[in-house]
């Protein structure tokens, strides 16, 4: 079965960029989405289609997928974007997640 | 403007079924703009899908939950519904309804309800 690999977390310092990875096998083939989740909150999707952001969504959130890796970047991160990130793609009629990355600001 | 809200016990005995309703307010669940989706968090855990229905009737389970799993749709209500069977502890979680797009766009959810944690426990 298909898997997505997160590594469990990942830590940045206010202003700087914060950068989340994502592992399958050629994921780069398929769309990767990615959802921000905070303590006690239900997820919110913060990326769709590789690279799109929803209205709504600071322009400091990015992605990128090519290769087997999509990458959630966060530009001039900040203490509110301190949460639990997912990435999620699809293979066989079967919705994946990835495990989670725990982002820390410091 | 659509909203999801997720209704049901919250405690379910070992061995019995669960069963869990989306309401859909702010539009039609027989949109074909949407598929409707059940995920679930374990306490302190990640987020698994458990399955996505299309209005249509087309459905797509877990394999790993797919022997204990129906979702369905009841249009004169605008709900979905959700229903685990033979549970057991490890089934203790918080179960979000979502909303989504087909696969072609890259089956992504982009609103979810609040989520409705349920215990299995005797």
């Known amino acids: 079965s298909y898997e997505l690999t997160q590594p469990p977390s990942v830590s940045v310092s206010p202003g700087q960029t914060a950068s989340i990875t994502c592992s399958g096998d050629?994921?780069?083939?398929?769309?990767a989405c990615w959802y921000q989740q905070k303590p006690g909150q239900s997820p919110v999707l913060v990326i769709y289609?590789?690279?799109k952001r929803p209205s709504g969504i600071p322009e400091r959130f990015s992605g990128s997928n090519s290769g087997n890796t999509a990458t959630l970047t966060i530009s001039g991160t900040q203490a509110m974007d301190e949460a639990d990130y997912y990435c999620?793609?699809?293979?066989?009629?079967?919705?994946?997640f990835g495990g989670g990355t725990k982002l820390t600001v410091l | 403007q659509l909203q999801l809200q997720e209704s049901g016990p919250g405690l379910v005995k070992p061995s019995e079924t669960l069963s869990l309703t989306c309401t859909v307010s702010?539009?039609?669940?027989?949109?074909?703009?949407?598929?409707w989706g059940w995920i679930r968090q374990p306490p302190g855990k990640g987020l698994q899908w458990i399955g996505s229905m299309y209005f249509s009737g087309s459905t797509f389970y877990n394999p790993s939950l797919k022997s204990r799993v129906t979702i369905s749709v009841d249009t004169s209500k605008n709900q979905v519904s959700l229903k685990l069977n033979s549970v057991t502890a490890a089934d203790t979680a918080v179960y979000y309804c979502?909303?989504?797009?087909?696969?072609?766009?890259?089956?992504?959810?982009?609103?979810w309800g609040r989520g409705a944690l349920v215990t299995v426990s005797s």
């Open positions: 289609q590789d690279n």
């Open positions: 999620q793609a699809w293979d066989s009629r079967t919705v994946i």
């Open positions: 979502a909303s989504s797009t087909g696969p072609v766009a890259g089956w992504y959810f982009d609103l």
């Open positions: 702010g539009g039609s669940i027989s949109s074909s703009a949407y598929y």
């Open positions: 050629k994921l780069g083939n398929r769309y």
